[in-house]
């Protein structure tokens, strides 16, 4: 029988490091979990060559579990896709239990399409911003694995700048529509911005609840 999944790979956003998911990485230290963070070059790189680093980290992390352990997986924005991605390529899916995308663009990020009309050479140099486009993520081809179960959290507290430009309900950055997708078990709305939402210890109760259950619960 499968140990309930104690170990978590948590994957940072675009333009951020590992240093912006501490403060996550310590409210589920205080959950009762391992917290393991990664640094993934989500500014210039395209997702595709950034999932295949974190791959190998992974892979790394697998190899010193035990035979009945496994590990589960929580991402901030662009970190959920790779998450995604990841799990739609590699071989260890018996080893991971589950994951919590949290404010990640799922069907694509209007403000990169955005981008990507106004400058060719903006995304030129910030391919990790071109690979969220809608039509770039559809490309992934990104699967529904049926043994690994994934909630989202999204966020819809507009309080920056750019999420004046989108046109339906956001976090500041990624339109709650955009979060959810089809396949998921389980999905949930909390009043947060895209830069708060991951440091937020209700977030961190939230993520633990899934991981536990398979379900959001408040509470």
Known sequence: ????????????????????????????????????????????????????????????????????????????????IIIRNFLSTTEYLAKIDRAVLIATPNQGSYLAALVARLSTAFIKVFKTLDSLNPNKIHRLK????????????????????????LPEDNDGRVQVSSVKYHDLKDFIILPYGHKEIHYKFKTAKLVD???????????
């Open 142 to 165: 990104l699967k529904n694995i049926a043994t690994v179960e994934i909630g989202a959290i999204a966020g819809n507290k507009n309080n920056l700048i750019l999420g004046k430009l």
């Open 1 to 80: 029988m499968l140990l309930i999944a104690k170990q978590v790979i948590i994957i940072h956003g675009y333009n951020k490091n590992q240093q912006d998911m501490i403060t996550l990485k310590n409210n589920l230290i205080k959950l009762g979990y391992n917290g393991i963070l990664v640094n993934l070059p989500l500014t210039f790189k395209a997702i595709e060559y950034c999932t295949s680093l974190f791959k190998e980290q992974v892979e790394k992390i697998i190899s010193t579990l035990d035979q009945n352990e496994q590990i589960s997986l929580v991402g901030h924005s662009t970190g959920g």
């Open 209 to 219: 609840s899934f991981l536990r259950n398979g379900k959001f619960k408040e509470g």
